[in-house]
C-alpha cells in the first residue's frame, strides 16, 4: 500500500480505494450468500460479515502488493 492516488488533483490514499473496492465486493457476495439462505447455517451473522470483509479486504492488498513488485 505504497503512495497514492491522484484523481483530478484530489490525493486518496491507496488503502481508502482498496476498502471502497472490498465493500463493493463484499456487497455483491453478501447479495449472493443471501439469496442461496447461506447465513441459515452461520451461528453470528455479523461476526461473518466482518470477517468475510477483511478476508476481501487482505486478499485485495496481497493481489495489489504482488502486481507492484518487479
Known sequence: MIGELDISGVFLPTLLVMMLVSYLLFLGIHAVLNRLHFYRLVWHRALF????????????DHFCRSLMLP
Open 49 to 60: 460479515n466482518v470477517a468475510l470483509y477483511a478476508v476481501l479486504l487482505g486478499t485485495l
